[in-house]
């Protein structure tokens, strides 16, 4: 079965460069989630999208912006990194009659 | 603001040693209790999700319950491959869900 697909699967970047994550939902899932775990860490939601509009928003920063296209595929746009930006970002589908999340395996970003 | 805790943070289990691992909670509005298994460097993989207070689910060795403030994680004789970081979230009405820290539970042979 299709899963959730995201790339890049590892990122380095340096301090103040700009970074795009994407990620592919499961076909015919309309809902896209992001989320941030640092290390260690639970996972802390970002953003989502439901039918290429914006339905939830937590705690982006204003240095990221996201957007989902009209193939439902979703990009997470980072600017100005630092140093704390490293972590593992997952992005998940949902279908909208669903409640289940399904998780990629997650965009590792390094921060240098 | 949602709220979810997990307890214990680590947990250590010999091979068929059987145990639980708790999640409690504090949201308005619930709409479902979920239930991930987190391997490392993956995506949190989907469990169980409850929706009502007696609610039970079970899958092989793991059975998930729920109260009105708190579900558990049930293992009936782990094995190592359910080594894994077990994670609890609660979807609020429109919100997107809310994790808990997780539970790391190893299983020794």
């Known amino acids: 079965a299709a899963g959730v697909i995201q790339s890049p699967r590892h990122l380095i970047k340096e301090k103040r460069e700009t970074a795009t994550l994407k990620c592919y939902p499961i076909?015919?899932?309309?809902?896209v989630y992001w989320y941030q775990q640092g290390p260690g860490q639970d996972p802390q939601f970002l953003i989502s999208?439901?039918?290429?509009?914006?339905?939830d928003k937590g705690s982006i920063p204003d240095r990221f912006s996201a957007q989902q296209f009209s193939d439902y595929h979703s990009e997470l746009n980072m600017s100005s990194l630092e140093l704390g930006d490293s972590a593992l970002y997952f992005c998940?589908?949902?279908?909208?009659?669903?409640?289940?999340?399904?998780f990629g395996s997650g965009t590792q970003l390094s921060v240098l | 603001e949602d709220q979810v805790t997990q307890s214990p943070e680590a947990l250590r289990l010999q091979e068929g040693e059987s145990s639980s691992l708790n999640c409690s909670y504090t949201?308005?509005?619930?709409?479902?209790l979920f239930w991930y298994r987190q391997d490392p460097g993956k995506g949190p993989e989907f469990l169980f999700t409850?929706?009502?207070a007696g609610e039970e689910k079970e899958k092989e060795r793991l059975k998930a319950t729920l109260t009105k403030k708190e579900s558990f994680l049930h293992i009936t004789a782990p094995k190592p491959e359910d080594s894994a970081t077990y994670l609890c979230?609660?979807?609020?009405?429109?919100?997107?869900?809310?994790f808990g820290s997780g539970t790391r539970l190893q299983v020794q042979p």
């Open positions: 999208f439901y039918e290429k509009m914006q339905s």
């Open positions: 409850l929706y009502s």
């Open positions: 949201v308005s509005g619930l709409r479902g």
């Open positions: 076909p015919r899932h309309d809902t």
């Open positions: 979230a609660v979807g609020a009405g429109r919100r997107a869900l809310t």
């Open positions: 998940a589908s949902s279908a909208k009659s669903s409640e289940k999340l399904f």
